[in-house]
């Protein structure tokens, strides 16, 4: 079944997070606290549309879009920075995930590289659970659920734009389904990031 998420599906979704996320990537880091907060945020954002996949009762996908990003990164930025100096001395223990963080932080503002009249229709965090993309039906459910959203930002804008590690051909395939077919690569961390652009005036 295919459902907008509500506040109390945040457990689940910081478990399906957590077990389907690269380590290395720096919600992962930050830790799950950071991780339930950007689904709170998310959900509670009145420009973010969360989208989740259940099956059997269990939530299997995820897909969000945001109409706004600009604001949602500004509030989100604001509760990271201040939970990141809160929490200074528990990363600090271990210098080299620090290190990471600080350099993520530094290579990870977007909103230089993607063009200002696009930023703010973002197609953020999509994932699909590693065991369903076992189930052809849940494969094909999810990406229906995806377009599905993608849908309802083109109701906004015509020019959106979405992200990908480098080495993840699956998603890339999917940006590209969905029109996001201009690719920038750009430096990030554990691997560089393609930004997919679909701006109709290129």
């Given at each position: 079944?295919?459902?907008?998420?509500?506040?109390?599906?945040?457990?689940?979704?910081?478990?399906?997070h957590v077990n389907n996320m690269n380590k290395n990537e720096l919600s992962m880091l930050l830790g799950v606290d950071v991780i339930r907060e950007?689904?709170?945020?998310?959900?509670?954002?009145?420009?973010?549309?969360?989208?989740?996949?259940?099956?059997s009762n269990f939530v299997v996908a995820v897909s969000i879009i945001y109409t706004r990003y600009d604001l949602f990164t500004?509030?989100?930025?604001?509760?990271?920075?201040?939970?990141?100096?809160?929490?200074?001395?528990r990363y600090i223990r271990n210098y080299k995930n620090l290190l990471v963080i600080l350099r993520k932080f530094w290579m990870g503002d977007l909103s230089k590289k993607v063009p200002h009249h696009i930023y703010n229709f973002h197609v953020g965090l999509f994932i699909l659970d590693k065991k369903a993309r076992e189930n052809c039906q849940l494969a094909v459910e999810f990406v229906q659920m995806y377009r599905d959203n993608v849908k309802k930002l083109q109701q906004y804008s015509s020019n959106y734009w979405g992200?990908?590690?480098?080495?993840?051909?699956?998603?890339?395939?999917?940006?590209?389904?969905?029109?996001?077919?201009?690719f920038i690569r750009s430096p990030s961390y554990p691997e560089d990031i393609y930004i997919g652009i679909c701006d109709v005036f290129k």
């Open positions: 079944m295919i459902r907008e998420a509500k506040e109390e599906d945040v457990d689940v979704l910081v478990t399906l950007f689904y709170l945020y998310s959900i509670r954002d009145p420009h973010a549309t969360v989208m989740i996949l259940e099956d500004k509030k989100f930025k604001k509760m990271l920075v201040r939970y990141f100096l809160l929490n200074f001395y992200s990908c590690y480098c080495s993840n051909s699956a998603s890339k395939r999917l940006m590209e389904d969905q029109g996001m077919s201009f």
